[in-house]
């Protein structure tokens, strides 16, 4: 690809014009001692020092840029002034340096100088020649000069370099060097890389070169510092081939020198770019470049006569007194752009057509940019490539000069419309902020521009910006956008990302370690309670079924006896049942029970004899020999419930009372399951004698009732008969020894045993309570006929409560 070429008409002096300077090769050393200095030069006489004789006493902190020990191969891009002479009598021009600096390590010297003290050696290798078009080329063969320089590892043998000054000497005498005049694009930094790293700011760059104000670079590689000024300012067409007045402050050669254009080819680009004023020399009289400007060449800086600048530095010094130095800073260490002045801030606002253009170009680059080959699009196309920024930058240049020599063609025939253009709709150069317009007019390089143009350029390119239009949506949404990346949230929380992530990651890790080795001792514990249950289960195992033989066996013996006991137990109750109806029927026939119940018996219905009648003939008893009797029913009842397991008898919770504890009728309490009552087996007695009456309903027993057991069955039987008959010794003996019932739900109720008897006059009853409990006073009860039971009945009801009581009975 190929770039605009720089007109070479009278307007502007050409290389040619120039003396001709041939190249010179210098080496500058670092010594340990007495710091960076000149070694030996290449192309000079024998015994000239071009660096004393044109006063270069910073040529070698030039050429040793600060920093570039941290790197194997740095360069640095410097220009140097030229005075005038006595001998050349040539005028002060400017002159451009280029080092290349290598390193290495001072054993590995095959002659090591006795002034070699330290590890490393450091030198450099610098080309000045008259003019930086083709350093891009220059730069690749001074790097492979100084490698293979260093690889012989003998810097007395300087051959390769003597050679290397002849040829770039030859090729100046030959005009190679200057003949091809489109070397501008090779120069520097490609200009894509420079549009996607600065975006729409690197309008913002180029329009504040044009303002000159105080610009200063700061990164710490030297070569990408040097290369972003050289690209920055080939934006501007032909300005690489006009710096003759760079490199001082008082310089001003160009003005002298130029002519305004009088003729126009417009067949002819160059003559275009003539005839429209370009380039636009923003480096004229109090105007300085210094792609890298050492400390020693701030007092230049501060200097009264420098006015403007453009240049770099690497030392961090610098940023401390920005304010000073600076009007603008460009960090490219941190891809920031810090305008300190106000002014200044204000001009370089840019409009929403220099936004809406500077976007165009910026999605054109990114769309077609390729990692692999940054300097080339992917596409292999046009849009996008490096031919392609530097005409659209030209043409934006083009219409800024139109539009601006139309704005003040405006400002002095605004009220004759016949003067005005018929297809321009107001002032153009709106379109390029007005804050900018009025700073570039204050401006040195507009000043020589508008005097050296016709005031008429707006008919050869029309003055309308190239993406002319007012605000629209599309617009403040790219502006909002852009606004939001310009806010560098990614960079300002960078660092706190970082650190974020990082105690993230530990976290986890630690987290994770807690958890498992959480879940490992889980594991450990449910593991150690399944071991320790088998081995509860297997001897639990053991044990049980040694426990199932022995219990086994020791429960068939127990049923076995359990069985014999209770066949014993039921033929001597069948015995005792039968013994005893024998002898209540004998009593009653001697006595004759039943026949003298008197009108007790008339009262009663039919079947109300037997037991009832029997036991009314001793109602005229005493109530004294009735306590008597209670008491020796007391006494053995005390001692048969002394043999027993179960709750004793007699408890005062075995009778019902009224609640007031007054005398009077007590109601009833319904026998329990299990109990026999003391008139079942009195009137089975009957029953068996054939002098009862048909048996009638049996009634419900009033007063307090009694829960026999058979215990209480003997008890009675035998207090009845140490009244009734005294010296009967046909009377079945009462069992001596029978095991306590076994509990029941009502077993809180303990069990009493009644005596009744009839009373002549009334036929009341003394009811009296017996048992170890507390005393009782008498209740008066009504009593009611007594019905004799079947011997079958009673029967019935004494294996009933064998099958309730279920235990052992023994009797004697």
């Known amino acids: 690809m190929s770039t605009p070429a720089t007109p070479t008409n009278s307007s502007s002096p050409s290389p040619s014009d120039k003396p001709g300077f041939l190249p010179l090769v210098c080496v500058v050393d670092f010594h340990h001692a007495r710091g960076p200095e000149v070694e030996k030069w290449f192309g000079v006489e024998e015994g000239q020092d071009p660096a004393a004789e044109y006063d270069w006493t910073l040529l070698p902190f030039m050429a040793l840029s600060d920093g570039a020990h941290a790197a194997t191969e740095d360069f640095s891009y410097f220009t140097l002034l030229r005075p005038t002479t006595d001998k050349d009598k040539e005028a002060a021009t400017s002159l451009f340096g280029i080092s290349c600096t290598r390193q290495m390590d001072a054993s590995q010297l095959l002659v090591r100088p006795a002034d070699v003290t330290r590890s490393t050696v450091q030198k450099a290798v610098v080309v000045i020649a008259d003019s930086p078009q083709y350093f891009g080329m220059l730069r690749e063969r001074l790097s492979v000069v100084t490698k293979a320089w260093f690889a012989q590892r003998e810097f007395t043998d300087t051959e390769i370099l003597r050679r290397f000054q002849d040829s770039l000497a030859e090729e100046k005498k030959r005009g190679v060097l200057s003949e091809d005049e489109d070397r501008d694009q090779y120069l520097g930094m490609s200009l894509r890389e420079l549009v996607r790293e600065f975006r729409w700011q690197t309008l913002v760059l180029l329009k504040c070169c044009l303002l000159q104000p105080k610009m200063l670079f700061f990164g710490s590689r030297c070569e990408r510092l040097c290369m972003m000024q050289f690209s920055l300012i080939s934006l501007i067409p032909g300005l690489l081939r006009n710096l003759q007045d760079c490199a001082g402050p008082e310089l001003n050669n160009y003005e ?395 408890s005062p919770d075995s009778i019902t009372r009224r609640p007031d504890n007054r005398d009077g009728p007590v109601e009833a309490r319904p026998l329990r399951n299990g109990s026999v009552s003391g008139e079942s087996i009195l009137d089975a007695a009957g029953s068996e004698s054939g002098m009862s009456s048909p048996v009638s309903p049996r009634r419900p027993v009033r007063g307090p009732t009694i829960t026999a057991v058979p215990p209480a069955i003997d008890s009675v039987v035998v207090a009845a008969a140490k009244d009734l008959q005294n010296g009967i010794s046909s009377l079945p003996a009462a069992p001596s020894v029978i095991p306590a019932p076994a509990p029941v739900p009502t077993a809180a109720a303990a069990d009493a045993v009644e005596t009744s008897a009839t009373d002549k006059n009334g036929g009341v009853a003394t009811v009296t309570s017996v048992g170890p409990g507390p005393s009782h006073e008498e209740e008066n009860i009504e009593t009611p006929p007594l019905t004799p039971v079947p011997t079958a009945a009673a029967t019935a009801e004494a294996a009933e409560a064998r099958s309730v009581w279920g235990n052992e009975v023994v009797l004697k």
Not at 328 to 346: C, Q, R, W
Request: some cysteine; aromatic content about 8%; charged content about 25%.
């Open 256 to 650: 002298k020198r130029l002519v305004k254009p009088t003729s126009l080819r417009t067949s002819d680009r160059n003559s275009l770019l003539s005839y429209m004023g370009l380039p636009l020399q923003i480096f004229g009289k109090g105007s300085l470049l210094g792609p890298y400007t050492p400390l020693q060449q701030l007092d230049i800086l501060a200097d009264f006569g420098t006015k403007s600048y453009i240049v770099g530095s690497t030392n961090s010094l610098l940023l401390q007194q920005r304010d000073r130095y600076s009007d603008i800073l460009i960090n490219l260490d941190e891809d920031t752009i810090n305008i300190t002045s106000t002014s200044l801030k204000a001009a370089l606002q840019l409009s929403p057509a220099d936004r809406r253009w500077i976007d165009f170009i910026t999605q054109s680059v990114n769309e077609t940019w390729d990692e692999a080959n940054p300097g080339r699009p992917k596409t292999m196309g046009y849009v996008g490539s490096e031919e392609f920024i530097r005409l659209q930058f030209e043409e934006y240049l083009l219409s800024l000069i139109s539009s601006v020599k139309y704005h003040s063609h405006l400002i002095k025939h605004g009220n004759n419309p016949r003067m005005l253009l018929p297809h321009i709709e107001g002032d153009p150069a709106l379109d390029y902020s007005t804050d900018f317009v009025e700073a570039w007019k204050r401006t040195e390089n507009y000043r020589i521009w508008d005097n050296n143009t016709d005031s008429h350029l707006f008919d050869i390119v029309d003055p309308k910006h190239p993406c002319a239009g007012g605000l629209t949506i599309d617009d403040v949404q790219r502006r909002i956008s852009q606004q939001v990346q310009d806010l560098h949230l990614d960079e300002r929380f960078a660092q706190g990302k970082e650190v974020l992530g990082r105690n993230l990651a530990a976290g986890r890790e630690k987290a994770s370690t807690m958890f498992n080795k959480l879940y490992a001792d889980m594991e450990a514990l449910r593991e150690a309670q399944r071991k320790r249950a088998e081995e509860v289960r297997k001897e639990g195992g053991a044990g049980g079924q040694n426990d199932k033989n022995n219990g086994g066996a020791a429960a068939g013996v127990d049923l076995a006896k359990a069985q014999q006991t209770m066949q014993a137990v039921g033929a001597k109750a069948s015995t005792f049942v039968s013994g005893w109806a024998t002898w209540a029927g004998e009593k009653r026939k001697a006595a004759g029970w039943g026949r003298a119940s008197g009108s007790t018996s008339e009262a009663q219905p039919s079947g109300g004899g037997g037991w009832g009648s029997g036991w009314g003939k001793t109602g005229n008893k005493s109530r004294a020999s009735y306590a008597s009797v209670h008491s020796d029913l007391s006494s053995e009842k005390d001692s048969l419930a002394g043999n027993t397991r179960g709750p004793r008898l007699g």
